[in-house]
């Protein structure tokens, strides 16, 4: 098990940028895949990003492509989502997420398949 912290959310403007940090804790860190989900009012947790444990794959929900950017730091033990040109679709509380493998798997986008959950941090982007 790894012990996750979000920050970095806020109240911004439509087309701003935000981004967001996810600290974690362990000596194992660099042995997890990693993954941004986000859950808005009233709908469920939803994929947005995620991370092989080396940083050489990646994933996106298609409505971030192009807008989103995940990455990791593992002599750092950081995840990090840099999110551009934000839309007010895109407001909902953001979870960072560990999955028990290197690699993200086929099964990537379901909440499920992660054992770590951080407490989430809000990102409101007004229009």
């Known amino acids: 098990q790894v012990q996750l912290v979000e920050s970095g959310g806020g109240l911004v403007q439509a087309g701003d940028s935000l981004r967001l940090s996810c600290a974690a804790s362990g000596r194992t860190f660099n042995g997890y895949a990693m993954a941004w989900f986000r859950q808005a009012a009233g709908q469920e947790r939803e994929f947005v990003a995620g991370i092989s444990s080396t940083g050489t794959v990646t994933a996106y929900e298609d409505s971030v492509k192009g807008r989103f950017t995940i990455s990791r730091d593992n002599a750092r033990n950081a995840v990090y989502l840099e999110m551009n040109s934000l839309k007010s679709e895109d407001t909902a509380v953001y979870y960072c997420?560990?999955?028990?493998?290197?690699?993200?798997?086929?099964?990537?986008?379901?909440?499920?398949?992660?054992?770590?959950w951080g407490q989430g941090t809000q990102v409101t982007v007004s229009s």
């Open positions: 997420a560990a999955k028990g493998s290197l690699w993200l798997g086929e099964d990537y986008y379901r909440p499920t398949e992660y054992h770590s």
